[in-house]
């Protein structure tokens, strides 16, 4: 069972435009929503979880009409949202066992089975009895986790989870959604290249609310093989290469910057060829070498 979303749009009340015309096939499994702060994926992720209307457009979970059918979606959805709330003087068992009352299991036994399960997937059983105002952000993430998966979901949206998260921590968390793909449609919605690299079989690039680009992700890597060029120069070069170059990236590197362009061709002395990665086909995307250009070039926008 996947998701089909057709043509789906949203403007607020500021006139901003958060989703246009926005189109997607989502298989079961791992899937990665890419894009920007600000791009409209918390936009669409709260429309796919029923806390929003879309001005217009269709979206199917399966046979379930989301838009008209909200009661059936939540039934079998899971959703963790980019920042939530706990009550900090609750332990981790009172609180799920609450939310799990509050999601329709209601038989004491199967209730408790259930939490325990759960809390021993997400590595929260040993912290049981510990209150969450005491929890890392790590910890809090793998407790939301737990909450997103009563009920056995058949969708299950996690928005930008592993911001703000220590080295350890994401690697934790990342690994406990990597087992979640098997039998339900995961969207992870996350500005974070390396989420999406690490976990998701398919995934889409999202930037002013329009998709620019839907793939797989090594297909889009492989697709950029022989196009992707590299200089290190000095960062008052820069205006001047942007004038002749198509620019996708650049960073600091020792005290100089890295370069990075896109080109059929050699686009001169000095630069050399470079093996693509994910993050080279979400610039590309960006700066228009994917679909429609909606962007300025991402080297305007790092810190250089």
Not at 85 to 113: H, Q
Request: charged content about 20%; aromatic content about 6%; glycine content about 10%.
């Amino acid at each position: 069972m996947g998701l089909t979303i057709r043509n789906v749009s949203k403007k607020y009340a500021n006139g901003v435009q958060a989703l246009n015309n926005v189109t997607l096939d989502i298989p079961p499994g791992m899937y990665g929503l890419l894009g920007p702060n600000g791009a409209g994926k918390s936009t669409l992720m709260r429309t796919l979880a029923t806390l929003q209307e879309p001005d217009g457009g269709q979206i199917f979970l399966g046979d379930i009409d989301v838009v008209s059918q909200k009661e059936a979606v939540r039934q079998t959805l899971g959703y963790l949202p980019q920042e939530f709330g706990v009550y900090p003087k609750a332990s981790a068992e009172e609180l799920l066992d609450y939310f799990a009352v509050l999601k329709g299991i209601t038989n004491r036994a199967l209730r408790k089975a259930t939490t325990e399960a759960l809390l021993k997937q997400t590595n929260l059983w040993d912290k049981r009895k510990q209150k969450l105002g005491g929890f890392s952000g790590g910890m809090k993430q793998r407790f939301g986790v737990a909450v997103a998966l009563l009920g056995n979901p058949r969708l299950l949206i996690v928005d930008e989870p592993t911001a703000g998260l220590d080295p350890a921590e994401r690697v934790r968390f990342l690994n406990l959604l990597s087992e979640l793909g098997e039998n339900s449609v995961v969207i992870l919605s996350t500005h974070i290249v390396e989420d999406v690299s690490e976990l998701c079989t398919n995934m889409a690039i999202i930037n002013r609310g329009q998709i620019l680009l839907e793939a797989q992700p090594l297909e889009a890597v492989a697709s950029l093989n022989g196009r992707i060029w590299r200089t290190l120069t000095d960062k008052s070069n820069l205006p001047a290469l942007q004038q002749e170059h198509q620019i996708i990236s650049a960073k600091l590197l020792s005290g100089r910057t890295l370069v990075h362009v896109y080109s059929l061709d050699m686009p001169g002395n000095g630069f050399e060829p470079v093996e693509p990665d994910l993050q080279d086909v979400y610039f590309s995307a960006l700066t228009g070498c994917f679909g429609p250009a909606s962007a300025q070039p991402i080297v305007e926008r790092i810190a250089l």
